[in-house]
């Protein structure tokens, strides 16, 4: 086949425009391939706790159902501890006891409890307001400061409760669990009352007064015959002077 120039470029311009048309010289299309996130980033992703989840296991049998921050316990939750035979239930922030919650102790039958502490917790320990069981008739109802009695509290015995006539009680102040400060130790089985000053535990100072003797179960034989002092209150506030000081 013969073409004159005129021809042979038109020829030419055909050919490449069908080639081009067709893909024979188009650029290769380079496809954009997905970053896959490293197995070991995804399930520490995936293994993040936040909001509220289903029980989550520990490997030596503790377990915790509740809210979560930043993989943190957080907000309202019930944890168990398998090992000390334990449960707490009620208010967490990042990671400790602090809010209001309830601890409580196994029983020797499977799955009972026996409440022992409720009340108020800030960074994981008794802060605040609480009420300490002893026993099923002995507690404690007062304040508590880093897992310790301290400030205004009510005692309440075996022998009895605050609200029967035959219960002894103490009210008044604490410090690291034991009555100091001002406090009246009621003996109701006796009928007697002593009002004054406690040091770890001892009463130092005070008076003691006849209190519902007619009343009580257990009454002294005599009462308790008139203090003759004529200024009473000053030899107590001398006395508590001496004590502050030491």
């Known amino acids: 086949m013969a073409y004159n120039n005129a021809g042979l470029y038109a020829y030419l311009y ?92 196994l029983l020797s039958a499977p799955y009972e409890y026996s409440r022992e502490y409720s009340g108020e917790w800030r960074n994981d320990k008794k802060h605040g307001l609480g009420t300490y069981f002893y026993t099923d008739s002995a507690s404690y109802e007062g304040e508590w400061r880093e897992d310790q009695r301290s400030g205004w509290g009510r005692m309440y015995y075996d022998n009895g409760d605050i609200y029967e006539a035959n219960g002894n009680r103490y009210e008044g102040n604490w410090k690291y669990g034991k009555k100091n400060g001002n406090g009246k130790f009621f003996y109701l089985d006796k009928g007697q009352l002593y009002e004054g000053f406690w040091v770890d535990g001892v009463a130092k100072c005070g008076t003691v007064t006849d209190f519902g003797r007619e009343e009580a179960p257990k009454p002294t034989v005599h009462p308790i015959p008139k203090v003759l002092l004529l200024d009473v209150q000053s030899v107590l506030m001398e006395t508590q002077s001496a004590h502050h000081s030491e």
């Open 14 to 105: 055909c050919r490449i425009i069908r080639t081009d048309f067709f893909g024979l010289n188009a650029m290769p299309h380079l496809k954009k391939l997905r970053q896959v996130e490293p197995l070991a980033k995804l399930w520490d992703r995936k293994a993040q706790k936040c909001g509220l989840r289903h029980t989550i296991f520990s490997v030596n049998g503790d377990n915790y159902t509740g809210d979560w921050l930043d993989n943190k316990k957080h907000g309202k939750g019930t944890q168990t501890w398998k090992t000390h035979g334990a449960i707490y239930d009620g208010d967490w922030k990042y990671g400790k006891r602090d809010g209001y919650g309830i601890y409580s102790k």
